[in-house]
């Protein structure tokens, strides 16, 4: 079922995504060589909580932590740990935030100190290939538009679309329907319709699509070990077009 937020859910929501957002920007300063995923994890954790916020990961069907830290063949879900960043790595940094019950959701992928033109280039176009499919948010417009401008902008840009995982809808859950492809065929599935919350979150590869879960049961990386980019916004259905609930800071 897809639900229609109130206008007091979707200042909840507003807010909710404002603190995924402050979080990124408060992060991303210790995203140098020599840290951790697992003192990123820390710090995030703590912002979270002096925020009156929960850390909705934490504990989600047994995820260990706050954050979700992929790193360059990993695609998603990668589980904070003693991993020691280094120069020319990337990092995808995903987050969902809890506040008076409603979730925020947003990941983006960040560069440790000087990356190759490759990733570079991934990083580039798998946000822009995000975009895209914001820019098909409105009311009338169907999922599979969503969908297939994703899968367009990505696959004329030669990357590989993750399959496995889709985009989803948003609330008092952080996840809801309907589920949002990153790929499909234009005019199909649900119509959107004003007070609709859902995240789009494109998982592209520099290489094959191809994945595979390793044996922690979260960690999925890349089966070619090519690297991996992950953008995702909470995008609300106004009653013109949308609005971004986790807008980048920087
Ligand atoms: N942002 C991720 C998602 O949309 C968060 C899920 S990680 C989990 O799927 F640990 F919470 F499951
Ligand atoms: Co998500």
Known sequence: MITIKSEREIELMRHAGMLVSKMHQFIKPYIKAGITTKELDALCEKFILDHDAVPSC???EGFPATLCTSVNDEVVHGIPSSRVLKDGDIITIDVVIGYKGYQGDAAWTY???EVDDDCKYLM???EKALYEGVKQV???NRIGDISAAVQAYAESHHLGVVRELCGHGIGKDMHEDPEVPNFGMPNTGPRLKPGMV???EPMLTFGRRDVF???DDWT???????PAAHYEHTVLVTEDGYEILTPRLD
């Not at 999925?220 to 090519?226: A, E, F, K, N």
Request: aromatic fraction near 4%; charge should be negative; proline fraction near 4%.
């Open 138 to 140: 409105r009311p009338g």
């Open 111 to 113: 560069t440790v100190g």
């Open 58 to 60: 934490k504990g989600y």
């Open 220 to 226: 999925v990386i890349t089966q070619d070990g090519s």
């Open 124 to 126: 580039e176009h798998t």
């Open 198 to 200: 859902i995240c789009i």
């Open 213 to 215: 879960l390793l044996e």
